[in-house]
């Protein structure tokens, strides 16, 4: 399986092999001054859009690797022993006691009101 890079720069050599059909067939009517027929105008159609195709599919593989690199370097440069937040609040309501559900606070409490 190609890497990235590879698949990146070989999808830049076909578009830049269709960019050179483009050129030839522009280069050939301006040669001859004329404008491009019908049928080389169909190819040229066809040829950008195989070169937009590419330059598409380049675009989507740099931003795959650009986003795999910092997830890698993110991945890498992280404590080896991550404590969620919700691991604390899960142990912070299960070990703490109901002070305030206590009979003794609720007397006391109540105490406190009448004096």
Same mark, same amino acid.
């Given at each position: 399986?190609? &890497?990235?890079?590879? !698949?990146?720069? $070989?999808?830049?050599?076909?578009?830049?092999? *269709?960019?050179? %059909?483009?050129? $030839?067939?522009? /280069? #050939?009517?301006?040669?001859?001054?004329?404008? *491009?027929?019908?049928?080389?105008? $169909?190819?040229?159609?066809?040829?950008?859009? @195989?070169?937009?195709?590419?330059?598409?599919?380049? @675009? #989507?593989? +740099?931003?795959?690797?650009?986003?795999?690199?910092?997830? !890698?370097?993110?991945?890498?440069?992280?404590?080896? =022993? %991550? &404590?969620?937040?919700? @691991?604390?609040?899960? =142990?912070?309501?299960?070990?703490?006691?109901?002070?305030?559900? =206590?009979?003794?606070?609720?007397?006391? +409490?109540? /105490? +406190?009101?009448? =004096?």
């Amino acid at each position: 399986m190609s &890497t990235p890079l590879h !698949t990146q720069n $070989e999808l830049m050599v076909k578009r830049s092999g *269709l960019v050179e %059909q483009l050129r $030839e067939l522009v /280069n #050939r009517a301006k040669g001859e001054s004329r404008d *491009l027929h019908s049928d080389e105008k $169909e190819q040229y159609d066809r040829i950008m859009v @195989d070169v937009t195709s590419l330059k598409e599919q380049a @675009d #989507r593989e +740099f931003k795959l690797a650009e986003l795999e690199t910092e997830l !890698t370097s993110a991945t890498r440069s992280a404590p080896k =022993t %991550q &404590t969620h937040v919700s @691991d604390l609040l899960y =142990t912070l309501k299960n070990t703490q006691s109901d002070v305030l559900g =206590t009979p003794e606070y609720r007397m006391a +409490f109540s /105490n +406190f009101l009448r =004096t």
